[in-house]
């Protein structure tokens, strides 16, 4: 086969094709906007069509849960954890109940250069370092391969990730092994590309000094936590010297500029209200406007039970969390990315060129600053 997928923007780069293949025949690969493909080793292949009959985006809709499904608001009981999570404190309540009965937590983290990549957690230090968006790719690496051999072990899994990262693994898993995996997914507005990010890290760090990143937070609580504030709580340290900068450059690339997100983003197959994962998680946009006496600065998380597993986690997140069942409605509204995939503009193409012709100020100054 040469190709698994026709077009980049029928893949999502989730690592199924490769860890399927019975000849280890794909590597994934950064393209020149720094997103993660599959690249086939023609003289290793045997023409199987594995890959592609895994492919999550081709069979998207049969990896849908379909079915009963309910709404909840979700606000952490501990202060501390509000104040060190994106939202409401969902992920936070749900992981601590899988590694509560000696589970595994799977999620996007930081490496030691803050590229985004997915770890294993067996500690809620571990899983600390899981908690809070990251609005890059992550890098699932041998993800899929790890989770395989820990629900062979008996393992409880939770495994956090984008829908598509979560349709992936949930294609590539066999289903005789998957009574102890719980799969929980974001309500994902799109994937910003691992190279913009690191290419305005470094920016950054030229113009302190050539200093060094040492703490990245993308949604702070610097801020109350508001809708309007959202895109005002990227902020990060610098030499370790405690003193948080803010800045919202990178929102404007991803949020206004909207020119940073992976092809296949606009073409998503899971931005629908039917879900793949047993559990969504997301900000809980609106709560102020249909229970204020919910509504708290610290944020509140939106939780869909999409099935049997996640009500059962939902049932044990109420130990450590106020949950309230909603109308799901109040989150269609909000929540654009559970009914259609964003829309990039005209000059998708032009950005990117102008990115390699010109350099990372260039776009900035061309983009951010005078559009
Ligand atoms: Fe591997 Fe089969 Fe795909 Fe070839 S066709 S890359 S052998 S899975």
Redesign the pocket.
Known sequence: ?EQ?YKNKKDCSGCTA?QH????N??TMQADSEGFLYPV?EQK?????????DICPFINSESLKNGGQQNCYSCVHKDEDVLKASTSGGAFTALSDYILEIGGVVYGADFDEDFNVCHSRAETKAERDRQRVSKYAQSDLKDTFVKVKTDLQAGKTVLFTGTPCQVAGLKAYLPRHITENLYLCDLICHSIPSPLIWQEYKKWQEEKHSGGKMTRVMFRSKLHPWTRNNSNRGFSFEMNGDGILHEDNIFYDLFFKVSTIMRPSCENCKFTTQNRVSAITIADYWGIEEYSPETYTPLGVSVVLANNAKGEKLVYHMKQRADMQQRDIAEQLKHQKRLSEPVKYPSFRSEFWQDLHKNGFEYVMDKYVYKK
């Open positions: 086969m698994v094709c399927i293949c019975p000849q025949a794909i086939i290793n292949c045997i023409d199987c069509g594995l890959c592609r």
